[in-house]
């Protein structure tokens, strides 16, 4: 009998007291127990989670996994996985590899300019806003706990870290001295940080660079400690916090993930589309793969954000605690989209292990990654340029994911910010990665004003607040599919045109929200408010 480590998550609301104990003993004689789902025998605990309402990991067979798959209380079993550098959501050829001297007046974070302004202000030669060096808000984060998660940490030493006074905000917090949290890996902050890791954190709360500015900083880099706790740490984090005595709640955590879980349109054993198998084996843009491409070592292959339906329960019991979660949409170009979608349920299988997944089992590819959970806010990449000369539309970027499931577009092409060179080096890049830290760190600054404020208002209030109508919207004609026309299926060649027509249009909003997010509450300019900024800004 060949075992594998399994990952088990329930459905909310399921008792996992009650599966686990099941699991945990030799049920042959139990006739309350279903032996044609749960093994009947004492099945060895690898990691019981203890901090997790649904997730806990044991040895399994791949047959008895399979069986269990069919427990009610059960939403998916993944196989063991570990972090993989490919996963961060920043563009793999990005248009420039410009480098500003600290002191020039070329540094701006043009998201920076253009959040504060109903309308793009950037590309229309805003004098009063680009000569700028400095950008002083009227808010800077003050009582906000940021965390950058991803698989290394920001250069703790970057000279953006400081507060105005010049002093460090980066906490070199060892999380193992969290409840539950022992047998997590103590982090080492003694190191230069990773590159993308020090950009992106830069942009959410960079000395001039970023928004919140007087965050604290902390972070959890991924690939240095075991994946059971990679969100349990950031709940026991915010749970751990008690009520501060001048607002009434807790400091609120804000987390920056430009990250996703990824998968490869390759070793396609079959295609299942708006609920017709579609005899398919390769990479087909009519069924909506389209991907990123990349170098394998042999060949170019195609990769995408796949949902893993563990990560997803662990974004959302910590979601559940009060941790806000921002997340970057992806690069791949895919349709995004939720479950009342026709597009939800397509996926493929494959014939090779997919990270977490098994070979056989759906990958689905227009659900984005697994890190996502019902209150996480997905943002796109909005180009710094508008959709074509002489338009006054601006423009998604066209590798970034789009869809339904993208909550707000933020500016993520040419971002500068701080790089691991030194403690003064800065350069620019591209992607839904640059995009993530701008909202978070704007988020910071409204959790300054309103602290209490839960995930899903906090969402809410994003897609509520933002600018619509600025953005090129695309094809709207979704297409019809009812089966293969080579396999007696009724699409017509017109259907099959209309399919690529929607989805290969890398500018079009894939019938996604038309919204920009506006935070005009900290513009770099003087402006007259309707509200007293020293109380709650309404939502």
């Known amino acids: 009998m060949s075992e594998q480590h399994y990952i088990i998550t329930l459905k909310k609301g399921a008792n996992k007291e009650e599966i686990f104990d099941e699991m945990s003993r030799d049920t042959s004689e139990d006739s309350s127990v279903n032996s044609n789902v749960v093994p009947d025998r004492k099945v060895d605990t690898v990691d019981s989670r203890s901090s997790s309402k649904r997730v806990f990991e044991m040895a399994l067979t791949d047959e008895e996994a399979n069986k269990l798959r069919n427990d009610p209380r059960v939403g998916d079993l993944n196989l063991d996985f570990k972090w993989d550098d490919d996963w961060m959501d920043y563009e793999l050829n990005p248009r420039t590899s410009w480098v500003r001297n600290s002191t020039s007046t070329s540094r701006n974070n043009w998201g920076l300019l253009r959040h504060t302004e109903t309308t793009n202000g950037w590309t229309t030669a805003n004098s009063a806003h680009a000569t700028r060096t400095t950008y002083d808000g009227h808010l800077d984060g003050t009582g906000v706990d940021y965390v950058h998660q991803e698989g290394s940490v920001p250069r703790p030493t ?8 010049g002093t460090s905000r980066f906490q070199s917090f060892q999380w193992n001295t969290l409840p539950n949290m022992s047998g997590m890996q103590t982090v080492n902050y003694n190191t230069n940080g990773g590159s993308h890791a020090t950009h992106c954190a830069g942009t959410a709360i960079g000395k001039g660079v970023g928004w919140a500015t007087n965050a604290k900083v902390y972070a959890l880099p991924t690939s240095s400690v075991s994946r059971a706790y990679w969100f349990d740490a950031i709940k026991e984090f915010h749970k751990a916090k008690t009520a501060d005595p001048t607002t009434g709640v807790k400091r609120p955590t804000v987390v920056s993930a430009s990250w996703g879980y990824k998968a490869l349109f390759d070793d ?31 060949q170019v292959v195609y990769r995408f954000n796949a949902q893993i339906y563990n990560l997803m329960a662990e974004v959302e019991e910590m979601q559940d605690e009060g941790v806000i979660y921002c997340k970057s949409a992806g690069n791949q170009g895919q349709k995004l989209c939720g479950p009342t979608d026709q597009d939800y349920n397509n996926y493929i299988t494959r014939s090779t292990y997919t990270g977490g997944i098994n070979s056989g089992q759906p990958v689905y590819y227009n659900r984005g990654a697994g890190n996502l959970g019902p209150d996480t806010i997905v943002v796109g990449n909005l180009d710094s340029a508008f959709y074509s000369s002489g338009s006054t539309n601006e423009a998604t970027q066209t590798s970034s994911d789009k869809g339904p499931r993208v909550d707000v577009w933020v500016a993520g092409t040419n971002i500068v910010s701080g790089g691991t060179s030194s403690d003064s ?10 995009s993530t830290p701008q909202l978070a760190g704007m988020t910071c600054l409204l959790l300054q004003a309103n602290p209490g404020m839960t995930p899903a208002q906090v969402r809410a209030w994003w897609q509520n607040n933002s600018q619509t109508g600025l953005l090129y919207q695309g094809p709207t004609n979704e297409g019809n599919y009812s089966g293969n026309p080579t396999q007696g299926g009724g699409t017509t060649s017109q259907d099959l045109a209309d399919l690529l027509n929607f989805y290969g249009n890398s500018r079009s909003l894939q019938n996604g929200p038309n919204r920009i997010a506006y935070f005009p509450y900290n513009a770099h300019a003087s402006k007259s408010f309707n509200m007293n900024l020293s109380g709650p800004i309404s939502f």
Not at 160 to 165: G, I, L, N, P
Not at 425 to 434: A, V
């Open 268 to 298: 396609i054993t079959a295609t299942y589309f708006r609920g017709y198998n579609a005899y398919n084996t390769v990479r087909d843009q009519r069924l909506g793969m389209i991907g990123q491409a990349t170098w394998n070592g042999f």
């Open 158 to 165: 970057h000279e953006y870290m400081e507060d105005a006074s």
């Open 425 to 434: 080096y800065y350069y620019n890049t591209s992607g839904t990665s640059m």
